[in-house]
């Protein structure tokens, strides 16, 4: 209860009742300084710049390059749609003469 | 700007990344190690950009760090490695470089915390990243770790109470500076 308590997360019967022990527990309120000394130290661990930016390029967007598999899957489908196409137009050729 | 973005516009998701790319990779890069995080981070943004659509609203920061954290979790799981080695295998994390001036903490303090932030359970550095190092609240630690608020809270208490055991007397000695 101590952890969301730091963090102002606990409701009002919780925080009266932490509140109430923390009165009459020297250990609990060393816990209590220790969390928030922890606390306070993360808070200081330095933001690293990244390495470069991370912004997409407009080829980078393009629906070939977002996915490969998808796009290789496409250019199946297209050659067999092409294909069929292909045989239809035969099929209506040959059952015409 | 989300909305613009989700409309097809590019250089306006380009202004979310921007916007966001540091606290991605800072993420990313005590999660996975510095090896590994440019590509973490370069994949969530990609990610993010195809399913724009997907986000309903609520914390933009949120939805996109669940995201990252989720290619941070495929980049640990495919490596099958302990938590500890994502420090140990890659490229230290503290660099070389001289801190800027406000910084307070010395680089070993620096080291020393980020070492042990390594060898939590990845759920458990997640947590403590985000909220303790990054500053999300409770609700957008939860949209971003995907859970609910009581995992949420579970999880950084068992978090912090880890951290504590592994910085050790180092920790108390701090306490007293």
Same mark, same amino acid.
């Given at each position: 209860m101590l952890s969301p308590y730091v963090d102002g997360q606990t409701s009002l019967p919780e925080r009266r009742a932490v509140e109430a022990h923390l009165g009459e527990c020297d250990l609990c309120r060393a816990e209590l300084a220790d969390l928030r000394a922890l606390k306070g130290l993360l808070a200081q661990l330095p933001r690293r710049e990244p390495p470069r930016a991370f912004v997409l390029g407009p080829r980078a967007v393009r629906p070939a390059a977002l996915s490969g598999a998808f796009s290789g899957f496409v250019r199946a489908a297209t050659s067999i749609a092409a294909a069929l196409a292909f045989l239809a137009v035969g099929m209506s050729l040959f059952l015409q003469g | 700007m989300v909305a613009t973005a989700q409309a097809g516009d590019l250089a306006a998701f380009n202004q979310l990344v921007e916007r966001y790319q540091t606290t991605v990779y800072n993420v990313c890069l005590r999660m996975v190690g510095e090896a590994s995080a440019e590509d973490a981070a370069q994949e969530t943004f990609f990610a993010a950009y195809r399913s724009?659509?997907?986000? &309903?609203?609520? %914390?933009f920061r949120g939805w996109l760090l669940r995201i990252a954290s989720n290619q941070c979790y495929d980049q640990l799981r495919q490596r099958q &490695?302990?938590? %500890?080695d994502v420090l140990e295998d890659d490229a230290p994390v503290v660099d070389p470089e001289p801190l800027p001036e406000h910084v307070v903490l010395s680089a070993e303090t620096v080291a020393i915390l980020e070492q042990a932030i390594a060898q939590l359970p990845p759920e458990q550095r997640l947590c403590v990243l985000l909220i303790d190092v990054q500053g999300l609240d409770y609700d957008e630690a939860s949209q971003a770790m995907g859970v609910n608020l009581g995992t949420v809270k579970s999880r950084l208490s068992r978090a912090r109470a880890r951290l504590r055991e592994l910085l050790g007397p180092e920790f108390r000695r701090k306490e007293g500076e």
């Open positions: - | 724009l659509k997907s986000f &309903r609203g609520g %914390a &490695r302990r938590p %500890a």
